[in-house]
């Protein structure tokens, strides 16, 4: 029993010695977050906000999947559908307490491509640690700041995982073989992943904005609220573009340069990653060799970035922010309410609790 | 020998449940470690830089009457890219015959290595390496050692666990909780349900203690919930499977919490 037990381990650690990337096999490599007692100070002070958060972790995590195993673009897009309206039915409107299990949602893409999953896990702490920085009532605004930056500094020292903190041409998302295929082939859920990310950077606003703790809940509410009513009508009443964080969120971006460009080249690896899997001409044998060769890209600050100056102006070419969900201040009462649709919009209290609209159909193309 | 009551002895292991508080954790319900709550774990290690400190307690009653309690302390520590390392504490007490002995059951050291993430092809593997080392009244005669291979595979929200451990030292005379056994090997399958932040497991295993002892097959059943974000906390029970030899019942409850500290972290924060 035990020398055969022992070659059988021999061989399964030689086994998993010799698998190399190239062969379908990644290193686990996940790392604890930064301590400090600011973490989780968001989940308690925000919680409507903050669980949300998770259930955009499932929609992310179940877009992948599907568009991975569901290869026939028919059958793709009536599971899409068919998660489109329990995102917004259900898990949006009781979101889980604690962040969703990523593996268990898209168990074959996490196998496909780990090293992506590694790289948004890691920008997705980043995420959250700021909101926490920033919910922390015990920090100054000074404090909150100087923490941000601070965390930026660790997360970028993850080189392998981290995107970087300079901004990335949008040509890379924009412009390739296999560009745009998502959004036109699924404008409605691309439009809800665009209102994720419009709420994931607009967030910040209203906790760099309130001089108190309930005008900060209120900005947070109203934006949620905002975020519902994005719901209402879509894919029209989603943003038309990706929202930048300089143009959504312009006072984090003025202060914190760099994670708002992190974020830009997040959210665009996120779209790249939709098309690389829902586009015909990259055949599936081929879609980690592609993804990983756009993760190597987006790792690297040398070639295909953006001037921050040109960056900032990215958002004006793209549309401004009317093109990217609209302004994330002034949704309150009383304040002046920014409303590029004209629509009603509703208020920040009752948003959680309304009914999200019925589901259109996807357009196909 | 010391004499306590049972009770005496159950306090002790509640008061040490209720002591640590969670500074900073991940969300880790999934994280299936040793006899939390099943003997089966995962091929995963502890994240790198995270510590993980683990305060159970468990009971379990022998067919022959004899009942042994016992809170095993246990710290994990993320050293290396994925690899941890780690040491139990295991303080026990034995109830036989309306004597009861308690103290130290050997202090155990163990590392645990991955080699990779599960894939399309292979699942997780990983090797792990442990030894006991005879301290304190009920630790045994000599030190051990023992190597257990670890696979885990996944199937959307289920995913299977295959262990198989061998001790590397001869028999002697053994701690009475977290011996090493000659050989042991075990299946567990669990399901996570992602919305409660829960993971259902359940295991078989089967053993030897010693070259001569009989074959041992038990099964177990564990719960593992995310109670807050930082705390995990976790129940088990485990029965015999044959009719004369294992437990005639074993139960399991702990809180684990994982944390970091910042000064061994890269580019430390707290400068």
Redesign the interface.
């Known amino acids: ?2 020398r055969s ?2 070659i ?2 021999a061989l ?2 030689l ?3 010799h ?1 190399s990337p190239a ?15 600011f ?2 100070a968001f ?1 308690n002070s925000y919680p409507e906000a903050a669980r949300l958060f998770n259930a955009f972790d ?1 929609g992310h995590a179940v877009l992948y999947e599907r568009l991975y195993t569901v290869p026939d673009s028919a059958r793709a897009a009536e599971a899409l559908e068919q998660e489109y309206r329990f995102l917004t039915t259900d ?1 949006l409107v009781r979101p ?6 990523e ?3 898209e ?1 074959s893409y ?3 491509a ?1 090293q992506a999953k590694l790289m948004f896990d890691w920008a997705h702490v980043l995420h959250r640690q700021i909101y926490d920085a920033y919910a922390d009532e015990r920090l100054s605004p000074a404090q909150s700041d100087s ?1 941000i930056e ?2 930026t ?2 997360y970028l ?1 993850r080189r392998d995982v981290a995107f970087p903190a300079v901004p990335k041409s949008m040509a890379l998302m924009d412009e390739q073989y296999y560009s745009q295929v998502f959004r036109r082939a699924y404008p409605t859920f691309n439009g809800l992943i665009w209102a994720y990310h419009w709420l994931q950077v607009g967030l910040y606003e209203p906790l760099i904005a309130g001089r108190t703790p309930s005008e900060k809940k209120a900005g947070i509410q109203a934006a949620v609220a905002r975020f519902w009513d994005m719901l209402k009508d879509p894919p029209a009443s989603m943003p038309q573009v990706m929202p930048m964080t300089a143009t959504v969120a312009p006072l984090f971006t003025e202060r914190h340069r760099r994670a708002a460009a992190i974020y830009d080249n997040l959210h665009m690896m996120h779209d790249i990653i939709s098309d690389i899997l829902a586009a015909d001409t990259v055949p599936r044998a081929q879609k980690r060799q592609v993804i990983y060769a756009a993760l190597a890209e987006f790792r690297d600050t040398t070639r295909n970035v953006m001037t921050f100056d040109d960056w900032m102006m990215m958002g004006h070419h793209m549309g401004g922010v009317e093109a990217m969900g609209g302004p994330v201040l002034g949704l309150l009462p009383g304040s002046k309410p920014p409303d590029p649709h004209g629509g009603h919009r509703p208020r920040p209290d009752t948003a959680l609790t309304r009914a999200p609209p019925p589901l259109s159909p996807e357009h196909r193309p | 020998m010391r004499r306590v009551t049972d009770g005496v002895v159950l306090a002790l292991a509640l008061s040490a449940l209720a002591a640590p508080r969670a ?2 954790a ?2 880790d319900y ?1 994280n299936l470690d040793d006899d939390r709550p099943t003997r089966v774990e995962d091929a ?2 502890v ?4 510590f993980e400190f683990l305060v159970p307690y468990a009971f379990e009653r022998e067919r022959s009457g004899t009942a042994i309690h016992a809170s095993i302390l246990e710290l994990a520590y ?1 050293l290396l ?2 690899a941890h390392v780690g040491f139990k504490a295991p303080l026990a007490a034995t109830r036989q015959a309306g004597m009861t002995d308690w103290g130290l059951s050997g202090l155990k050291a163990f590392a645990l290595y ?9 699942p ?4 792990r390496a442990d030894a006991v080392v005879p301290v304190g009244s009920l630790g045994g005669d000599e030190t051990q050692l023992a ?1 257990k ?1 670890l ?1 885990t595979r ?4 289920a995913r299977l666990h295959l262990n ?1 451990a ?1 001790r ?1 030292t001869p028999d002697a005379a053994a701690a009475v909780v977290e011996a090493l056994e000659r ?1 042991w090997a075990g299946a567990a399958l669990d399901r ?1 349900f ?4 829960v993971l259902l497991v359940g295991e078989v295993t089967m053993g030897r203690a010693i070259a001569a002892a009989a074959l041992e097959v038990n099964g177990g059943l564990g719960l593992r919930w ?1 109670w807050r ?2 705390t995990v906390f976790d129940v088990g029970i485990a029965r015999r499977l044959k009719r004369n030899v294992g437990p005639d019942y074993a139960l399991t409850l702990g809180i684990s919490s ?5 000064a061994l ?3 430390d ?1 707290g400068r």
């Open positions: 029993m035990s037990f022992l059988l381990a399964v650690a086994g998993g010695v698998a062969e379908g096999q990644d290193r686990r490599n996940e790392q604890f977050y930064y301590p400090g007692s973490n989780w989940l499932y898990l889980p307490r604690f962040a969703v299990a593996e268990v949602i168990p996490a196998k496909l780990w923490l601070r965390l500094d660790h020292t | 500074v900073v991940q969300i999934r995963y290690p994240e790198r830089f995270a993320g890219p994925n991955n080699f990779n993430t599960e894939g399309a092809l292979l997780a593997l990983s090797l190597v291979a696979a996944s199937w959307g929200r198989g061998v590397l050989w996570t992602f919305r409660q932040s995310q974000p930082t994982a944390f970091a500290i910042a972290m890269p580019n924060l």
